[in-house]
């Protein structure tokens, strides 16, 4: 198996351009997560979808971020606009199935905004 | 008092010895506590979990988990050059839907 594969690796974007992360988690797995990675803050959940379904929220910033899962293996972060502060590492796991957790992370995305 | 608290480090042992790491945790009843390892510019990678009190052993890496002390450790023996990271502690608390990430203690092994 490929493992949870995002994309970009990097992006380096200006304050106030939309910026879209990408994910795929690994077949098979039904719970997708996205974190946000700082020095300051550590890893903070941002979204979890459960069946394409987002299950908990409560993690996304603000209305600037907002998350999508059209299928089992297809899911997305769009961050519009983009601020200065939004600057971090994102990264997307899996799991099996809901109440497991065992994660598998993905590469991550380093996003940059200028 | 922060959900997950670990000390950030780093922590530097030789090669060969024994490295501890710590963590202590605020919510009484938290159940399932992950050790993830994350080397410099990569991401969370799974090594150790623990549900009940008491050891589990995997290889030169034992966890430890006291729950009257809402503790919980990891050991690594015979600690070696490549074992330099930081390690993230991983709680499941009561009420939360997933886990809750300290914000890690680097490793430093030196040959």
């Known amino acids: 198996d490929a493992g949870v594969i995002q994309s970009p690796r990097h992006e380096v974007t200006e304050m106030g351009q939309e910026v879209t992360l990408r994910c795929k988690p690994i077949?098979?797995?039904?719970?997708l997560f996205w974190y946000r990675q700082t020095m300051m803050r550590g890893l903070e959940l941002l979204i979890y979808f459960n069946n394409n379904v987002p299950i908990d929220d409560s993690g996304m910033p603000e209305d600037r971020f907002s998350a999508k899962m059209p299928n089992a293996s297809f899911s997305t972060l769009k961050i519009q606009p983009s601020e200065p502060r939004d600057s971090a590492v994102y990264f997307c796991?899996?799991?099996?199935?809901?109440?497991?957790?065992?994660?598998?992370f993905g590469s991550g995305t380093q996003l940059s905004v200028l | 008092q922060k959900e997950v608290e670990q000390n950030s480090g780093p922590l530097s042992v030789p090669e060969g010895a024994i490295a501890s790491l710590n963590c202590t945790y605020s919510d009484r009843g938290s159940q399932s506590f992950f050790w993830y390892r994350q080397y410099s510019g990569k991401s969370p990678e799974l090594i150790m979990f623990i549900y009940s009190n008491g050891d589990k052993e995997d290889g030169r890496f034992t966890a430890q988990l006291n729950k009257a002390s809402q503790y919980v450790s990891l050991l690594i023996r015979d600690s070696q050059p490549s074992d330099s990271a930081t390690y993230l502690c991983a709680v499941k608390r009561p009420g939360y839907s997933t886990l809750t990430f300290g914000k890690g203690t680097m490793l430093l092994v030196s040959p």
């Open positions: 796991a899996s799991s099996l199935s809901r109440g497991n957790e065992k994660l598998f």
């Open positions: 077949s098979g797995h039904n719970s």
